[in-house]
């Protein structure tokens, strides 16, 4: 298996006037392509500051990040963000869409962003919508969904550029166990289909839909249970 991503010695300390906070101490991790890894820990263990830095939202200080054989760990935030909108797909705790945008120009603003035609971002649109299940609320404003519908509509915002990587932050952490699970069921068929996901959870249930667990501590890794 193609490594996808390799990390190496990843430092990140945040800085205030009063404090010092190690978030990341020398961490390293692997993950190849077509990988499925959860990443579990305890609060403040840094999983959050990982996942910035996985999405090139941040940069670490000090350490290296290679992303499909580039080192990005030094890119400048242009750089970072030309590489982050063809390659990356991000699912969040509270879904993250924009209230006043209805759901297909949630899911479109992706294809905006890379430059996509019109004509082309109704047909991916549509065609990613469909796939979600959520097509006949395509007119609706988020605010107007279910928690399980919003996020049907933000993994769709995910994937709409069929990004190679999708980067989950608890995706489940707002929805009952029934909405959980088919979220959970659509990143096991978008794995399936080829697509790397890397999701922070605090469920063991949720972790066993994944290839492996990554248990951090401390801003290090320190345990990880092979699944399959
Ligand atoms: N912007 C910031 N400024 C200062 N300290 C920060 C900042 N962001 C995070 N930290 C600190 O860095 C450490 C790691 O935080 P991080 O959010 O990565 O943890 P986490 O594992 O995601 O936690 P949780 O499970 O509670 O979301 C914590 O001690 C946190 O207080």
Same mark, same amino acid.
């Given at each position: ?34 990988? @499925?890894? =959860? ?7 840094? $999983?959050?500051?990982? &996942? +910035? ?6 940069? /670490?200080?000090?350490?290296? #990040?290679? @992303? ?5 760990? *030094? #890119?400048?935030?242009? $750089? ?11 699912? @969040?705790?509270? #879904? +993250? ?6 759901? #297909?120009?949630?899911?479109?603003? /992706? ?12 047909? $991916? ?12 609320? *395509? %007119?609706? @404003? /988020? ?12 993994? =769709? *915002?995910?994937?709409? %550029? ?8 608890? /995706? ?20 399936? =289909? ?13 972790? *066993? ?6 248990? &951090? ?12």
């Amino acid at each position: 298996m193609n490594n996808m991503i390799k990390i190496t010695d990843l430092e990140k300390t945040y800085r205030t006037e009063e404090v010092e906070t190690v978030a990341l101490n020398k961490l390293s991790l692997e993950v190849g392509e077509g990988e @499925f890894v =959860a990443i579990m820990g305890p609060s403040g263990c840094g $999983k959050t500051t990982l &996942m +910035n830095i996985l999405g090139l939202l941040d940069d /670490p200080d000090n350490g290296s #990040f290679v @992303f499909n054989g580039i080192e990005v760990a *030094r #890119f400048n935030e242009r $750089k970072r963000a030309q590489l982050r909108k063809h390659n990356i797909g991000f699912v @969040f705790q509270s #879904f +993250n869409l924009i209230d006043e945008l209805t759901v #297909f120009e949630n899911v479109e603003l /992706p294809l905006i962003y890379t430059g996509v035609k019109a004509g082309e971002r109704k047909s $991916k649109v549509e065609e990613v919508l469909d796939r979600m299940q959520i097509m006949h609320r *395509r %007119n609706h @404003f /988020p605010q107007q969904l279910s928690g399980g519908q919003q996020q049907r509509v933000a993994i =769709a *915002r995910a994937v709409v %550029n069929n990004p190679k990587l999708i980067l989950a932050d608890e /995706p489940t952490g707002n929805l009952d166990s029934s909405n959980g699970n088919e979220v959970m069921q659509l990143l096991t068929d978008l794995n399936t =289909a080829g697509t790397t996901i890397i999701m922070v959870t605090h469920s063991e249930h949720d972790a *066993r839909y994944s290839h492996r667990t990554v248990r &951090m501590l401390d801003g290090q890794t320190v345990l990880e249970d092979i699944l399959i």
